[in-house]
């Protein structure tokens, strides 16, 4: 036998949420049953539970909320916060990662940079050089420094470590504001109004922009013996195609699980 209670449960949150025309409401719920009733006739003749075949009719067709916004969208009547909150959402969240991701920079170059020598992150190009006053200053940061340039390096590192060390602790607390704001407008920012895996792509495009731009940046020069300085973009190019591919991933899924829902 048919589990009729979900279905009738599922239909009285639509009807609460529903921002249409009266006269649209009543084939709204209608068809809206008949389409939850057949995937549920099909489920049960693949063997499943009255229970579970409803469960998993109206897993698939969304929640009453995303539904009545899809509705009310067609109809022009779509609060503005529906569509807004979301977009500040995935924006909110991939500026978060963006942070974080310099601040896991900025530790792989304090790594590399005990490893082959501060130059490599930091080093001036050939031809620089500073006045008196400023190799001054530099010198007052690092009097251990031999030279005018190995005290300017060093502040560059300096520099380069701490401002995206920074930077990370910036992304920690972005994350965790999201997490919170999007629990408290859970209610508001409604998942399905933006395309399925938004995220993932906007991510992917962003972050594998950035890998491929700061990896030819970096390993450009240094094809041709260049490494003073290569070493700051290479992180940056390598900690980007590291986020890259977890976005790229997170998409594949997303339209591995759309195949398969045909």
């Known amino acids: ?3 009729g209670g979900l279905v009738d449960e599922y239909l009285d949150q639509l009807l609460a949420e529903l921002r249409v025309p009266p006269a649209r409401l009543g084939r709204i719920l209608a068809e809206t049953e ?5 995937a549920i006739e099909h489920e049960m003749a693949a063997g499943a539970s009255p229970d579970l075949a409803a469960r998993r009719a109206i897993a698939r067709f969304g ?5 009545a916004h899809r509705y009310a969208l067609e109809e022009g009547r779509l609060p503005l916060s529906a569509l807004v909150l979301p977009l500040m959402l995935s924006l909110g969240l991939l500026a978060g990662v963006g942070l974080l991701a310099i ?3 900025g530790a792989l170059a ?5 490893a082959f020598g501060k130059t490599f992150i930091a080093g001036d190009p050939p031809g620089i050089t500073y006045t008196p006053a400023r190799c001054a200053d530099y010198r007052e940061y690092h009097p ?3 030279d005018c340039a190995a005290a300017a390096t060093a502040h560059h590192f300096d520099e380069v470590v701490e401002y995206r060390l920074a930077a990370g602790v910036l992304g920690a ?3 965790a504001g999201w997490a919170v704001l999007r629990r408290r407008l ?3 920012a409604v998942r399905g109004i933006l395309p399925e895996g938004f995220t993932a792509i906007a991510g992917a495009a962003l972050f594998g922009v950035a890998a491929v731009g700061l990896l030819v940046s970096s390993l450009g020069p240094m094809a041709f013996g260049d490494t003073s300085g290569a070493g700051g973009l290479l992180t940056g190019g390598i900690v980007a195609l590291a986020v890259f591919a977890v976005y790229a991933g997170a998409l594949t899924r997303t339209l591995v699980l759309r195949a398969a829902r045909g």
Request: charged content about 20%; overall charge neutral; glycine content about 14%.
């Open 1 to 3: 036998m048919m589990d």
């Open 34 to 38: 008949d389409h939850l009733r057949t």
């Open 63 to 67: 929640s009453p909320r995303v539904v």
């Open 103 to 105: 601040g896991a920079s």
């Open 110 to 114: 304090a790594g590399l940079g005990a």
């Open 144 to 146: 251990e420094a031999g």
């Open 173 to 175: 607390l972005t994350l």
């Open 186 to 188: 859970h209610r508001f």
